[in-house]
């Protein structure tokens, strides 16, 4: 089944100050498939994300949604377009408790009176499709694990019902049990037609749910690969940069020889 | 009154098998969550009233003990009166500190704002509504202005209102340096701020009735609310404990009011205020911004949350709160002079506002609390202000007693914030 490019991103670079975070970077994500991002700390994974969800807009580069230049300058672009994004530091209101910090941003409610009733009845019950273990809807994030955090900041996400969706290594904190649930649920979304980008530094995860790998290595891309095809430790070579596939990709820009 | 019955099966996706069992362990499950509920808010240190109370208990006992005039209807009405303009100071505080920050000046601007009324009223002579709005429009500009420096140009809000502490005092001094000092209308509208008593005492009572009747409604609706939609929701019996407590509460307030000269005009604003800014701030979208700000900027601003514009907004409404309290205080006085603009300058008023926030159970730290925190908290503050000054108690010792209560209330509010962090973290393991 082929599905179009939902999201296509070209030549994005991003500077910090001295440090060069992402150096002319390309990515092309279609409805209905799960790319993984892989790459060393601080190769610029989560930067790539967050100029993606409008955190820290790109200096350079082209975004493309479903064909046509798109400007992403902040979170509000990003999240009315259809991205949703679970940020690798979470970034939940600790004071809030779990029913605030899903709706945070998007409340029920009536002529600016605030809903609570339908947003914990719909938070239970988000709760309880994605069963997720927590004490209890009202108790403050403040007072949750790592783990039923994460937990948290996914349902958030996937709440929106977005056509694309930003994972920064979900898994973290996550229990075995709760790890492959995730990804019993990424597949699901995935075949109704969610396009995701999942960054993980574990390749059994990689291998088990994507269905591409794109390298990021020192802010470039460092390869593209099926994950079919694919070796682990072509993969690891090309995060640690044994083998530079930079040049190779570079050679290549039509984004259709890609696999 | 337990909540069994076929409310629980609501829509969606819950399991089959929940359905047989729903029956029997519906009320135990809603008690399990509603504790739950509890536990969270004692957490979040909410647990406040109940000690702020006993403490103000002990310090009445004690002012009494030592002058049997403290507890007398008249000196209770006029605390009553005098909590007032400390009070609103306070609740614009509240605002701030919630979004974690913090502003010096509202004592400054209260003594702008009383002088800039003085000027233009009996100065310059214009109509005293006008110059009422132009006062009160006079903190909210301020506000503003203080709330671009930080929120656009990224200065600490504590140096931008620190030196609008200055500016505004020195404003304050040089508006009032040609005339001196101003006396006030006895007979108009900002001195009837203080002055003007409802002398019938059908009107006390009405409006405890009222307040009585509202709570009670209110959280009587809530919990049938939450009842239908099968969610936790407060036990009856809790919800009449309460409202027998407010009642009690409320009648005895009355009744002492109205053995003096009624319930003054002055508390009621302050009341009507209370109830409408904790309305906005804990049932409205946008309250709920305020909090989420004070939790986590960055969660606020990732959800798409436009956060300059709120801390902004935050800041007009400390200095327009502040310019209304600002009236009251000259209102008490019947004057505006460079005498009490260089006391407002001193920060007297400004830790007394802080103070009363926090003592009340507004956290410095940000997202916790709430502007009927202000209430005892500023009970607390003017009970003993009232009582040093009716022993005639020095300045000298009263500065060092006001500034060691606010470290006190301060330290309280740090230690309950590391006590919340470590019940917080030592809950999370994973269930
Ligand atoms: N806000 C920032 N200010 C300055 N430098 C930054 C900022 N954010 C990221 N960087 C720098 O950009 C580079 C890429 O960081 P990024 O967080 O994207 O890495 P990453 O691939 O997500 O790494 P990790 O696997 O550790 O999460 C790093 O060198 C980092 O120091
Ligand atoms: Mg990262």
Redesign the interface.
């Given at each position: 089944m082929i599905h179009p490019p939902v999201l296509a991103l070209r030549g994005i670079s991003k500077r910090f100050g001295g440090v060069q975070a992402l150096v002319d970077v390309d990515l092309k994500l279609r409805a209905g498939e799960v790319v993984a991002l892989a790459g060393d700390n601080g190769a610029g994974k989560s930067t790539l994300v967050k100029v993606v969800s409008g955190v820290s807009p790109a200096d350079r580069g082209v975004i493309e949604w479903e064909g046509r230049p798109v400007q992403i300058k902040r979170p509000h672009d990003a999240h009315s377009l259809g991205i949703a994004t679970v940020y690798q530091d979470l970034a939940m209101c600790d004071n809030l408790d779990v029913v605030g910090n899903l709706f945070l941003g998007r409340e029920i409610d009536r002529v600016g009176i605030l809903d609570e009733v339908e947003m914990e009845r719909r938070a239970r019950d988000l709760m309880r499709t994605l069963s997720i273990r927590i004490p209890d809807v009202r108790v403050p994030v403040a007072a949750l694990s790592a783990g039923q955090r994460q937990a948290v900041a996914i349902s958030r996400s996937l709440m929106a019902a977005p056509k694309v969706l930003l994972l920064d290594e979900p898994t973290a904190a996550l229990g075995v049990e709760q790890t492959s649930h995730l990804f019993d649920l990424i597949e699901e979304v995935r075949d109704r037609g969610m396009a995701i980008i999942l960054i993980s530094h574990n390749m059994g995860d990689i291998k088990a749910v994507a269905d591409r790998v794109a390298v990021l290595r020192l802010g470039r891309n460092n390869g593209l690969f099926d994950v079919s095809t694919v070796t682990q430790e072509q993969i690891i070579s090309a995060v640690t940069g044994a083998a530079d596939n930079a040049v190779a990709h570079r050679a290549r820009p039509d984004e259709e020889a890609w696999p | 009154m337990t909540g069994d019955g076929p409310h629980h099966d609501?829509p969606?996706?819950?399991?089959v098998t929940a359905g047989r069992e729903q029956r029997g362990r519906g009320w135990q499950e809603n008690l399990r969550?509603y504790a739950?509920?509890v536990?969270?808010s004692v957490?979040?240190g909410e647990r406040g009233p109940v000690l702020v109370i006993a403490g103000l208990i002990v310090i009445w006992c004690v002012f009494q003990a030592l002058d049997d005039k403290f507890l007398s209807p008249r000196n209770l009405s006029n605390i009553g009166v005098d909590i007032v303009g400390t009070g609103l100071v306070a609740v614009g505080i509240v605002f701030v500190l919630l979004i974690r920050e913090i502003d010096l000046s509202v004592g400054s601007v209260s003594g702008l704002a009383g002088a800039a009324f003085a000027v233009l009223n009996v100065n310059q002579g214009v109509p005293e509504w006008l110059a009422v709005i132009v006062a009160v429009a006079v903190g909210t500009a301020v506000g503003a202005f203080h709330g671009a420096f930080h929120a656009w140009l990224g200065v600490p809000a504590f140096v931008v209102t620190l030196a609008g502490l200055l500016i505004w005092n020195g404003l304050t001094l040089y508006l009032l340096g040609a005339s001196g000092t101003i006396n006030i209308d006895e007979e108009g509208l900002v001195a009837s701020l203080t002055s003007r008593h409802f002398g019938a005492d059908a009107v006390a009572y009405a409006v405890a009735a009222l307040g009585t009747a509202g709570y009670l409604l209110a959280a009587r609706r809530r919990r049938g609310?939450?009842r239908a939609?099968?969610?936790?929701y407060r036990p009856q019996g809790e919800i009449w404990l309460r409202t027998a407590l407010l009642a009690v509460a409320a009648f005895a307030a009355a009744y002492t009011l109205n053995r003096f000269q009624g319930l003054p005009l002055a508390l009621l604003i302050f009341l009507v205020v209370l109830v409408v800014s904790d309305y906005v701030l804990r049932?409205?979208?946008?309250g709920?911004r305020v909090?989420?700000l004070?939790?986590?900027v960055?969660?606020?601003?990732?959800?798409?949350?436009g956060v300059e514009r709120v801390r902004v907004a935050m800041f007009m409404v400390s200095g327009t709160l502040a310019a209304v309290g600002g009236l009251f205080v000259a209102s008490g006085l019947t004057s505006a002079s460079p005498t009490t603009a260089r006391a407002a300058g001193s920060g007297m008023l400004l830790i007394n506002a802080i103070a009363a926030a926090v003592i009340g159970g507004t956290s410095l730290f940000?997202?916790?609390g709430s502007p009927w925190s202000v209430l005892l908290g500023v009970l607390v503050i003017q009970s003993i202000a009232s009582g040093m000054a009716l022993l005639g108690v020095q300045d000298a010792v009263q500065f060092m007693i006001t500034g060691g209560v606010l470290l006190a209330a301060v330290a309280a509010d740090a230690l309950s914030r590391r006590a919340?962090?470590r019940?917080?973290r030592s809950?999370?393991?994973?269930?």
């Amino acid at each position: 089944m082929i599905h179009p490019p939902v999201l296509a991103l070209r030549g994005i670079s991003k500077r910090f100050g001295g440090v060069q975070a992402l150096v002319d970077v390309d990515l092309k994500l279609r409805a209905g498939e799960v790319v993984a991002l892989a790459g060393d700390n601080g190769a610029g994974k989560s930067t790539l994300v967050k100029v993606v969800s409008g955190v820290s807009p790109a200096d350079r580069g082209v975004i493309e949604w479903e064909g046509r230049p798109v400007q992403i300058k902040r979170p509000h672009d990003a999240h009315s377009l259809g991205i949703a994004t679970v940020y690798q530091d979470l970034a939940m209101c600790d004071n809030l408790d779990v029913v605030g910090n899903l709706f945070l941003g998007r409340e029920i409610d009536r002529v600016g009176i605030l809903d609570e009733v339908e947003m914990e009845r719909r938070a239970r019950d988000l709760m309880r499709t994605l069963s997720i273990r927590i004490p209890d809807v009202r108790v403050p994030v403040a007072a949750l694990s790592a783990g039923q955090r994460q937990a948290v900041a996914i349902s958030r996400s996937l709440m929106a019902a977005p056509k694309v969706l930003l994972l920064d290594e979900p898994t973290a904190a996550l229990g075995v049990e709760q790890t492959s649930h995730l990804f019993d649920l990424i597949e699901e979304v995935r075949d109704r037609g969610m396009a995701i980008i999942l960054i993980s530094h574990n390749m059994g995860d990689i291998k088990a749910v994507a269905d591409r790998v794109a390298v990021l290595r020192l802010g470039r891309n460092n390869g593209l690969f099926d994950v079919s095809t694919v070796t682990q430790e072509q993969i690891i070579s090309a995060v640690t940069g044994a083998a530079d596939n930079a040049v190779a990709h570079r050679a290549r820009p039509d984004e259709e020889a890609w696999p | 009154m337990t909540g069994d019955g076929p409310h629980h099966d609501g829509p969606g996706a819950r399991p089959v098998t929940a359905g047989r069992e729903q029956r029997g362990r519906g009320w135990q499950e809603n008690l399990r969550g509603y504790a739950l509920e509890v536990r969270g808010s004692v957490r979040e240190g909410e647990r406040g009233p109940v000690l702020v109370i006993a403490g103000l208990i002990v310090i009445w006992c004690v002012f009494q003990a030592l002058d049997d005039k403290f507890l007398s209807p008249r000196n209770l009405s006029n605390i009553g009166v005098d909590i007032v303009g400390t009070g609103l100071v306070a609740v614009g505080i509240v605002f701030v500190l919630l979004i974690r920050e913090i502003d010096l000046s509202v004592g400054s601007v209260s003594g702008l704002a009383g002088a800039a009324f003085a000027v233009l009223n009996v100065n310059q002579g214009v109509p005293e509504w006008l110059a009422v709005i132009v006062a009160v429009a006079v903190g909210t500009a301020v506000g503003a202005f203080h709330g671009a420096f930080h929120a656009w140009l990224g200065v600490p809000a504590f140096v931008v209102t620190l030196a609008g502490l200055l500016i505004w005092n020195g404003l304050t001094l040089y508006l009032l340096g040609a005339s001196g000092t101003i006396n006030i209308d006895e007979e108009g509208l900002v001195a009837s701020l203080t002055s003007r008593h409802f002398g019938a005492d059908a009107v006390a009572y009405a409006v405890a009735a009222l307040g009585t009747a509202g709570y009670l409604l209110a959280a009587r609706r809530r919990r049938g609310r939450h009842r239908a939609a099968g969610m936790p929701y407060r036990p009856q019996g809790e919800i009449w404990l309460r409202t027998a407590l407010l009642a009690v509460a409320a009648f005895a307030a009355a009744y002492t009011l109205n053995r003096f000269q009624g319930l003054p005009l002055a508390l009621l604003i302050f009341l009507v205020v209370l109830v409408v800014s904790d309305y906005v701030l804990r049932r409205t979208r946008y309250g709920r911004r305020v909090y989420a700000l004070g939790g986590g900027v960055e969660a606020a601003r990732r959800a798409g949350i436009g956060v300059e514009r709120v801390r902004v907004a935050m800041f007009m409404v400390s200095g327009t709160l502040a310019a209304v309290g600002g009236l009251f205080v000259a209102s008490g006085l019947t004057s505006a002079s460079p005498t009490t603009a260089r006391a407002a300058g001193s920060g007297m008023l400004l830790i007394n506002a802080i103070a009363a926030a926090v003592i009340g159970g507004t956290s410095l730290f940000g997202g916790r609390g709430s502007p009927w925190s202000v209430l005892l908290g500023v009970l607390v503050i003017q009970s003993i202000a009232s009582g040093m000054a009716l022993l005639g108690v020095q300045d000298a010792v009263q500065f060092m007693i006001t500034g060691g209560v606010l470290l006190a209330a301060v330290a309280a509010d740090a230690l309950s914030r590391r006590a919340a962090a470590r019940s917080g973290r030592s809950r999370a393991t994973p269930t």
